[in-house]
């Protein structure tokens, strides 16, 4: 007995890194993810193999931090965009096999310290709808593959709302926007930031920079000029948190984009218009605003990024006033004689301007072999076009440089919450049409991201490409302007997934009366108080649109494909701290830039779905059984499936997820665990030999889930939540002026993506203690401690 005792431990001494489950099922795959989903073909042809999934069938899960293997519900008010939404555990959870983010209509009062004003202080504000923000930041990460979700969005759709229901595919129209008032987003970013912890995205939003410039090492935190940056970051290597959009936004148009920097310089970008958001719509009376070389003539080289790709969203019906030619469209575009300054809005555009309204874009035949083309609307249906949105120029509060927002006034006392810094963010985005189909029933929305020099990131619906960015068009910029065009990196940095709904004001889709009150408006306010008296069917309408809340974003699911077949091409990689990009040291040294007192983060041991004990433990030994369909793990034994040896130390959520460093213990600590697992071993043997099984420990899993409705008495964080759900606390909102929830700022006359302004949620970078009151009101001080509002005001 006692050589295969020793054979056992020489092989849980070969298996220090994570090991395969003992059935074979992935660390990250939902078990019950159909067979024929474990592969997919990529749009290249090349065969990509399951490796994480989600299908949401459990039940009533916790996404409260500490409570799901994978996702993490965020329990804080959004911060971007003059927001009016708070994000709670309560409003996202899983039913009748999807997952949901439930948006109610109802008032939130909260204080926050505003960095931006001329003398930074406390603000009451009102948030009057509560949303919801997943994550699986520093969980579960991804560089390059196939990502395919599968939802529903949200909208007004009931009769009583008033909403028309248009014949099939059937494209929108911006006088529809009303019935879709909130603004969804399934996105990616960059592991070494934490979206809406603004003091880890300061200067890492969203570089993609590996250059040693003078002109950036100070703006770009982790900069390719410093041989020693420490926090187990690699020599010479310009780090960031660049930001994939699969989808974004709602009403008539989606957006879908990348967003990376530096940004161009002045000389490459499209020329300022003077009337705010009119390059939205291609109307800007300026010359040169609403498209980069359009008119020809005023542009004396190329500008902005070259060879982007757009496609139809072929799920709408043909309309014949829509329609191309490529043969008139590709020569207006080769003779660059075009002198129109704008897009489909004048008499002639269609057949000179391309109906992506980028006339830098490719024209040549998709995927090489059509039979349609790139750019040109052939089959008279909906088609993706390039938003006027191009990116913003991010500054401190401190910062008096011209091209600054909000540049400080001269003579106005600096208030040196921050590092200086001041650098322009470029955004790569088209916004292609849908229809109603979209909000009635669900569709697959996919994004393919190859990386490398070669490699592209492409969106998709229901398999039919809609836009691609090839990472030539990054790697070749325009150059000979008055300064070099820094050539930034394609995106290659471990991303974790995000899904959130927020609200507000600023966007193209919003509620009804969001600029100065709650849905059905401020009844003292002068302006409804007007709007009801002189346009009373207006107001009607409004309330019909609130009284459709709650509102729901369902996914039916989630799945990525990766290669594992060796096609160098095609390299691929699952983790979040991979030796190619560091980031579990950073983040550990970092780590109060990344939580908050309502926003802990936790380790959870088990979790994964499981259809017996062979899914939650190793092949050598038992570490993990399967308990109502989801792994519990012994005491030594974490990760999703049990098989990851937990540290002495609890850091296994922070520690290397790459195959190629490990999960796992330091050899040290293994060692010093080794007669441990002798004797524990030895005791298992003898057990199994008698029929009986034994873990290391006492089993440990999630905590047992709890319905919404005994959230508030059986869970602390909602609990909390219940008594104040103003938390704000330095860290989570100490922000700047450039981190989103998406943060993008929207122009409610226009309705697209304008860019991203000062945080409305902030508070000063101090530590300090956390104090849980029992009243509901109360805030958080300029030290990040929390305190009575009465002391404050």
């Known amino acids: 007995m006692w050589w295969r005792l020793f054979l056992v431990l020489g092989a849980a001494m070969a298996e220090v890194q994570d090991a395969p489950t003992k059935s074979g099922v992935k660390t990250w795959v939902d078990v019950e993810t159909p067979e024929w989903a474990m592969t997919k073909m990529t749009s290249r042809g090349h065969e990509y193999d399951l490796v994480m999934s989600d299908e949401f069938n459990n039940e009533n899960r916790n996404f409260t931090a500490g409570m ?3 996702w993490t519900a965020l329990n804080l008010p959004d911060g971007v965009n003059s927001a009016i939404g708070y994000y709670s555990p309560r409003n996202t959870y899983t039913s009748n096999g999807k997952f949901l983010i439930r948006v109610d209509e109802g008032t939130v009062p909260i204080q926050y310290w505003d960095q931006y004003s001329a003398t930074p202080g406390w603000v009451n504000k009102n948030m009057y709808y509560t949303g919801a923000m997943v994550q699986t930041w520093n969980k579960f990460c991804l560089q390059g593959g196939l990502i395919e979700v599968r939802l529903q969005l949200p909208g007004a759709l009931d009769a009583a709302s008033g909403n028309p229901k248009y014949p099939p595919y059937q494209r929108l129209v911006e006088s529809d926007r009303g019935f879709y008032p909130t603004w969804p987003g399934i996105w990616l970013m960059g592991n070494l930031g934490r979206a809406l912890f603004s003091a880890s995205t300061r200067r890492m939003w969203p570089w993609t920079y590996n250059e040693c410039d003078p002109r950036y090492k100070d703006m770009q935190r982790i900069s390719a000029c410093n041989a020693t940056p420490g926090h187990g970051l690699n020599p010479f290597q310009g780090r960031g948190s660049p930001e994939i959009d699969i989808l974004e936004g709602g009403g008539n148009e ?23 958001g009119c390059f939205y719509d291609k109307k800007c009376k300026y010359t040169g605003a609403n498209m980069a070389n359009v008119p020809s003539a005023a ?58 309204c980028d006339v830098n874009g490719d024209l040549g035949l998709i995927d090489g ?24 120029y991010l500054c401190d509060p401190d910062n008096q440089y011209y091209r600054c927002e909000f540049a400080r006034p001269d003579g106005r006392a600096k208030t040196n919450q921050m590092t200086p810094f001041n650098y322009q963010m470029d955004a790569l985005s088209a916004n292609w049409f849908t229809t109603q189909e979209a909000y009635r029933g669900y569709m697959n929305y996919s994004l393919e991201w190859v990386l490398g020099p070669n490699g592209h990131i492409r969106w998709a619906l229901d398999d039919q490409v809609l836009f691609e960015i090839p990472s030539q068009s990054i790697l070749n910029v325009p150059q000979g302007g008055n300064e070099t065009n820094p050539i930034k990196l394609p995106i290659e940095e471990p991303m974790y997934l995000i899904f959130n709904v927020a609200t507000a004001p600023a966007w193209g889709t919003m509620p009804p009366n969001a600029g100065y009150g709650p849905c059905r408006g401020n009844q003292t306010d002068p302006g409804w108080l007007w709007k009801n008296k002189t346009n009373r069917a207006t107001v009607v309408a409004e309330t019909k649109i609130c009284d459709s809340f709650p509102m729901y974003l369902s996914v039916d699911y989630i799945r990525v494909w990766q290669d594992l077949r060796g096609n160098e091409e095609n390299a691929s990689h699952i983790g979040c701290d991979p030796a190619s990009h560091p980031t579990s040291q950073w983040i550990l040294d970092n780590i109060g830039e990344y939580s908050d007192a309502n926003n802990s983060v936790i380790d959870v041991a088990g979790g994964a779905t499981c259809n017996s004990d062979d899914d939650c433990t190793r092949a050598s030994m038992m570490t993990g059984i399967c308990v109502k369909n989801r792994c519990q793990c012994t005491t030594l034994w974490g990760g999703p499936r049990c098989t990851w040896v937990v540290d002495i130390e609890p850091n296994w959520a922070y520690r290397a997820q790459a195959s190629a460093k490990g999960f796992g213990p330091t050899v040290p600590i293994t060692v010093s665990l080794l007669a441990l697992v002798l004797v524990s071993i ?24 709890v319905t919404r409705a005994s959230s508030v008495a059986n869970d ?31 122009d409610s006359n226009h309705g697209m993506d304008i860019g991203h302004t000062r945080y409305e949620l902030e508070t000063t970078p101090s530590e300090g203690h956390h104090v849980r009151f029992t009243d509901k009101a109360f805030a958080i001080d300029a030290n990040g401690r929390k305190t009575a509002p009465s002391t404050l005001m």
């Open 254 to 276: 989606i957006s879908s984009s990348i967003q990376i920097g530096p940004g161009m310089p002045f000389d490459y970008r499209l020329y300022n218009a003077d009337d705010g």
């Open 682 to 705: 030895a005791f298992i043997q003898y057990r199994q030999s008698k029929g009986h099984f034994m873990f290391f420990g006492k089993v440990r899993g999630p905590p047992t889930p």
């Open 716 to 746: 602390d964080v909602m609990a909390t939540e219940d008594r104040a759900r103003a938390l704000l606390n330095q860290s989570s909102l100490e922000n700047a002026s450039f981190m989103d929830s998406h943060g993008h700022v929207f």
């Open 299 to 356: 542009f004396k080289r190329q500008h902005w990024y070259q060879g982007l790709r757009y496609a139809a969203n072929n799920k709408c019906a043909p309309n014949a006033s829509y329609g191309q030619q490529f043969n008139s469209v590709y020569q207006s575009v080769m003779a660059k004689k075009i002198t129109t300054n704008t897009c489909f809005s004048s008499p002639g555009d269609q057949q000179v301007i391309p109906a992506s």
């Open 369 to 392: 072999v059509g039979p349609t083309h790139w750019g040109v609307n052939e089959k008279s249906t909906c088609f993706a076009q390039a938003n006027g949105y191009k990116g913003v």
């Open 68 to 70: 799901d293997h994978l």
